[in-house]
């Protein structure tokens, strides 16, 4: 349990996230089988998971890594619905067997955008992984491949995730009161 008073207890826990994180490596290797594979992490959200996807991939695949910045909340708790590319690919992806590796899909329009914008540019296959699917909040289509969890309807902070570029150290995921007068210290 968190003893700062503006989170939930966990949500999911440590010990529930690196059995997520093993049973979509799984999946991911077991669908790629012997093709190498390019994973695109959206930052800063998902770095954490995606190093522990990585290293939880079997030693014998080919696997690159790279990266992309995607904002649509900047530092509040509402997307803005404005989704803007901050960090393109270093690496094409062109002819790129490419799984997208995100945080959270709450709307869709970050995950919606950045899934456009990569099939555009030709690669062999485009999946998506996501940490936390709220599929009942959809506005936009979007494809997940991978999902480790369905997640509750709150503001969900931990391991990566982020409330105005705090709490991303968190080992668990949990929920965190974005109204709360304890919260007005870290406001954007």
Sequence with gaps: MSADPRLSPPIFTEAQIAAAVARVAGEIAADAGTEPLMLVVVLKGAMTFAADLLRALPASMDVEIDFVTMSSYGRGAV??????????????????????VEDIVDNG???NALQAQLAERGPASLRTCVLLDKPYRRLAPVSIDYCAFVAPDSFIVGYGLDYAERFRHLPFLAGVDVTSALDRGIRA
């Design 109 to 111: 329009w970050t995950l």
């Design 79 to 100: 997307s803005s619905g404005d989704v803007r590319l901050l960090k393109d690919t270093t690496d094409s992806v062109e002819g790129k067997n490419v799984v997208i």
